[in-house]
């Protein structure tokens, strides 16, 4: 899935129109977590070292898509941007179609850095409108998709907006981030080192059943995790107690269960579990229950029987996806197996050279929480990008890109 990069593109006073994702979390307008932009710099850096124009365009929030609403407002984004860079980082207005926008544009120097405001206080981003997409295309001769985290989405800036370029003749690349996701996400799956291992985790089976069908011919072995694990345990006739089961699943669940078998994947399910009498951070009772979970309990993280079997599993891999947290990890009573997964995949990285893949969303926040964001190949920017490129989805907005 080679397609032309940003790097290999020429910028040199032109107007490069990037699509990033600075869906930062904010807390009274200030940015608690600034990862996604930090992520961003080397696209950034390579357009504005280069004598490029750089024009840059998120979303951030969910806003109603009526105009202007100051708590989704990216101007936090621009202030960080500008710390991180060392550089000014223009923020013209309350819209990004504007005249205020334009001028800002048009007055910028070789080098130079404009923010444009959240596309998503349009109505036409989220319905992939394509006048609202020719408004952006008109504003630069180059188009760059560094947004990952959007990239299995039809918003206009993802899938109108390029098509907009490419009609125009226009260059439509993708940024080192993209770049770097494909490579890891799609590339690298294609060929597999063996053992070839998934860990997967999270609320509901049916946000990975996908992921999980399309896996099983491909892996060596599946770790299962999280409350999801809950719905096979039961579909497997085994009491889960009170815990999380989706009913509607059970008989998915019984079919991948038999798949496995027949496809010789090596599906593992908790052994134990830390349990608790209710759903809380600091429960009135605390178990560690082998087998069945008895009435009144429910499970909240693997338990440590399970942690050393999956440790010892990833650790014996050669390629480890994880995509899921194992228990209820911001809780400290629960969040010893996740850790353990993300020691685990590090310890597989430094140790066994492994190909070690930690999807967005929870996981990627749980690789930060433990320390091993650095210590492993690569941290997914988009949770459900990464789970939908897991399971083996086409993305309309990385297909629109210029091939190399």
Not at 10 to 38: C, E, H, M, Q, Y
Not at 57 to 85: D, F, Q, T, V, Y
Not at 168 to 188: F, M, R, T, W
Not at 242 to 265: G, M, T
């Amino acid at each position: 899935m080679a397609k032309q990069t940003i790097d290999r593109t020429d910028v040199a006073g032109k107007r490069v129109l990037v699509r990033v994702d600075f869906n930062v979390p904010l807390d009274n307008g200030s940015i608690t977590d600034d990862r996604r932009i930090r992520m961003a710099l080397p696209t950034i850096r390579s357009v504005i070292d280069r004598g490029g124009r750089l024009i840059l365009i998120s979303h951030l929030g969910r806003p109603k898509g009526e105009g202007h609403e100051p708590g989704n407002s990216l101007e936090p984004c621009a202030e960080r941007l500008a710390e991180l860079l060392g550089v000014p980082v223009a923020f013209p207005s309350h819209d990004c179609t504007d005249d205020a926008a334009k001028q800002a544009i048009a007055a910028m120097e070789a080098g130079g850095v404009v923010l444009l405001e959240n596309l998503r206080f349009h109505k036409g981003e989220k319905a992939g409108d394509a006048e609202f997409a020719a408004k952006l295309a008109g504003l630069a001769d180059v188009y760059c998709n560094d947004a990952f985290g959007t990239c299995h989405r039809a918003d206009a800036s993802m899938v109108a907006l390029p098509r907009a370029m490419k009609q125009a003749g226009k260059p439509v690349v993708c940024g080192a981030l993209v770049q770097k996701e494909i490579a890891y996400l799609s590339d690298a799956l294609e060929r597999p080192a063996a053992p070839f291992v998934a860990v997967l985790g999270g609320a509901k089976v049916s946000d990975k059943l996908g992921a999980i069908e399309r896996l099983l011919p491909m892996t060596d072995s599946i770790l299962v995790g999280g409350a999801m694990a809950y719905t096979f345990l039961r579909a497997r006739g085994q009491d889960v107690g009170a815990s999380r089961v989706e009913e509607d699943r059970l008989e998915d669940a019984k079919r991948i269960l038999e798949r496995a078998a027949k496809e010789k994947c090596d599906l593992h399910l908790p052994a134990d579990h830390v349990c608790a009498d209710s759903f809380t951070e600091r429960p009135d009772e605390i178990r560690v229950s082998e087998g069945g979970i008895p009435d009144g309990f429910m499970g909240l993280d693997i338990g440590p029987k399970t942690q050393a079997t999956y440790a010892r599993v990833i650790e014996r891999a050669k390629t480890v996806v994880w995509n899921g947290p194992m228990g209820v990890f911001e809780w400290g009573a629960f969040r010893a197996g996740t850790k353990t997964v993300a020691d685990a995949m590090a310890r597989a990285t430094q140790a066994n050279n492994a190909t070690t893949i930690v999807g967005g969303g929870d996981s990627a926040a749980a690789a930060e929480q433990f320390g091993v964001a650095e210590k492993v190949s690569h941290v997914s920017t988009g949770g459900g990008a990464s789970l939908r490129m897991l399971e083996g989805e086409p993305f309309e907005a990385v297909d629109l890109l210029d091939d190399a």
